[in-house]
């Protein structure tokens, strides 16, 4: 990660893996994997964290950045129930293909 700014974390561009225990629907059309270039947030809980870093992501990068470690606890893609709605984040800055799956199904207009 780059810098920090409050509850945000700008970011380089990481290899992300899909976290099916938080995905509340079907993760049918969701890339298991990918890379983005986005904003992370950060002290999300898992459970409603879609996609986060592993111990095989990598920072994708060709310049070591100060800080640039990987960090498990942060994600560019969450999700929750709040009262009756939901609300959704992407933190993606390049409108990567898989963000644009994230976003349909987060909106339930893709159930393959």
């Given at each position: 990660m780059e810098s920090s700014v409050g509850g945000w974390l700008l970011s380089s561009n990481d290899f992300i893996y899909l976290n099916q225990t938080s995905v509340n629907r079907?993760?049918?059309?969701?890339p298991r994997s990918y890379s983005q270039k986005a904003v992370f947030w950060k002290n999300v809980n898992p459970d409603?964290?879609?996609y986060t870093?592993?111990?095989r992501s990598v920072i994708e990068t060709r310049v070591p950045l100060p800080g640039?470690?990987?960090?498990l606890l942060e994600t560019p893609v969450a999700f929750a129930g709040v009262g009756?709605?939901?609300?959704?984040?992407?933190?993606?800055?390049?409108g990567e293909e898989g963000t644009t799956a994230v976003f349909l199904k987060m909106l339930g207009l893709v159930s393959l």
């Open positions: 079907s993760t049918s059309g969701l409603m964290a879609w870093g592993t111990d640039s470690a990987i960090d009756s709605g939901w609300i959704g984040y992407a933190g993606d800055v390049n």
